[in-house]
């Protein structure tokens, strides 16, 4: 499962191709990435994520559509105590508007495993987010999914971003995540099917944009996640409140 969360780029990167070309009508970027592992809040999915996608954005008035696509293969951790998936398909949507200071996006994820289809699940998504001051942003993204976890994920970050030249920038996130009543966030040592719910855990992100020619951009990025102690973190009996450190690189072509 992707992480769907403006401080990790944006909810899903259709978002950001609308607010940065917002006198364009459609526009559009292919991505491919790599990064040591995969970590969807806060828990270990896998080792060696593999990823490609396409997003789309068009610019209608004062509201913003967008849609995409992702992929993603992974190796399953070694020792997992139970069969799980390696490959996932994403398909999501949104409609975005500016209500004054605030900007607002609707949208929908399904999540789809090709080799494990028992957990194909979906979600409904709304965000808001406002500049503060000196470019530092706020944001809050509520997903509730209403299909195979039937519960509730809150992700709230800062975001600030630095340009160092036309071609070259800095963005940086930090933030924490809420859950309630969401089955996939489980309790490490507790029994089956019982849920982790409420604080989640903190990230710090920083991602590194360089438009080495124009419109191809190679982003190298960091990531450190530390999840609550009652959580589980991984698919092995224990791994509960780990921390992580995920470092990655994306390669996009927009047009």
């Not at 909810?11 to 292919?30: C, D, Q």
């Not at 605030?102 to 090709?114: C, D, H, K, Q």
Request: contains cysteine; aromatic residues 16%; glycine residues 14%.
């Amino acid at each position: 499962m992707r992480n769907y969360s403006k401080t990790v780029g944006a909810l899903a990167a259709a978002s950001t191709l609308v607010a940065g070309y917002a006198s364009a009508e459609l526009e559009g970027e292919v991505h491919v990435g790599y990064s040591n592992m995969y970590e969807f809040r806060f828990f270990d999915v896998g080792d060696s994520l593999f990823e490609a996608g396409v997003d789309l954005a068009y610019e209608a008035g004062p509201v913003s559509l967008s849609a995409g696509a992702w992929y993603g293969g992974w190796d399953n951790r070694n020792g997992a105590v139970a069969p799980a998936a390696n490959s996932e398909l994403d398909l999501y949507a949104g409609v975005g508007t500016d209500l004054g200071p605030v900007s607002l996006e609707l949208g929908y994820i399904y999540y789809a495993f090709p080799d494990f289809s028992a957990t194909d699940t979906q979600e409904i998504y709304l965000s808001a987010g406002v500049d503060l001051f000196w470019g530092v942003g706020l944001g809050t993204t509520a997903f509730w999914d209403f299909d195979l976890y039937d519960g509730l994920y809150v992700d709230t970050s800062v975001t600030k971003s630095f340009e160092f030249s036309e071609c070259l920038g800095l963005d940086l996130a930090a933030g924490f995540g809420y859950a309630d009543g969401h089955g996939l966030q489980g309790k490490g040592t507790g029994p089956a099917g019982r849920t982790a719910d409420g604080y989640q855990g903190f990230y710090v992100s920083a991602q590194l944009p360089w438009e080495f020619r124009d419109g191809v951009t190679l982003t190298p990025y960091m990531k450190y996640t530390d999840g609550d102690g009652k959580l589980a973190t991984g698919p092995n009996p224990f791994d509960d409140g780990q921390d992580f450190w995920i470092a990655g690189v994306k390669l996009g072509v927009s047009f």
